[in-house]
């Protein structure tokens, strides 16, 4: 006993962490975007102009949902990285550049606030980008698995500043949602 791990029991450990990190980014992310009205079933968001570059609304919902499995599985890979120097600190910082990422969809589409989603992104941006580095010195193809997702981020954020600059004072012109899409 107490012997090295072989690279079964290594593959199976990392596969365990995988099918909780995954399927869990999945849920809050699916979560957060049903929280609110969001894409074609925003009124609010419908009458917005919009930047030419602005995909069509059926490609954020898949974006999001491959997003989520990659940098899910980035987390399993910190997570399985016992040991690893820095590893609770890449894991807190994945964490809070989540939690932005989950309370972009509420502030955007549910307060109507551009300015303040634009601001969350920008955090966002710059702790995943952070995690990002050291996740690197961690496991280098979770830094990789991350980088999509900095791309993506980073194109919402450029979106999210041209969609305030087109529609100044864009929080009056539809009321608020407050209602929860989760469940209905």
């Known amino acids: 006993m107490g012997g090295l791990a072989s690279r079964a029991q290594l593959r199976m450990s990392f596969l365990r962490w995988a099918v909780i990190t995954v399927p869990m980014i999945l849920l ?100 995943a980008i952070t995690a990002t580095v050291l996740f690197a010195r961690i496991r280098s193809l979770a830094a990789w698995l991350m980088l999509p997702y900095l791309i993506w981020v980073s194109f919402a954020g450029v979106l999210t500043w041209r969609i305030g600059q087109l529609n100044p004072g864009a929080e009056t012109l539809v009321p608020g949602a407050h209602t929860s899409q989760v469940f209905g």
Not at 41 to 69: E, N, R
Not at 84 to 109: C, E
């Open 28 to 127: 809050l992310g699916f979560l957060s975007g049903r929280s609110v009205p969001a894409g074609s079933d925003s009124s609010w968001y419908q009458a917005l102009a919009k930047p030419g570059l602005t995909p069509p609304d059926w490609m954020f919902p898949l974006a999001w949902a491959a997003l989520y499995v990659l940098i899910g599985l980035a987390l399993a890979m910190i997570l399985h990285a016992r040991g690893a120097r820095a590893r609770w600190l890449a894991i807190g910082l994945f964490m809070a550049q989540f939690a932005l990422n989950l309370i972009w969809t509420p502030l955007f589409f549910g307060k109507h606030d551009i300015s303040l989603a634009l601001l969350d992104l920008i955090a966002l941006l710059l702790l």
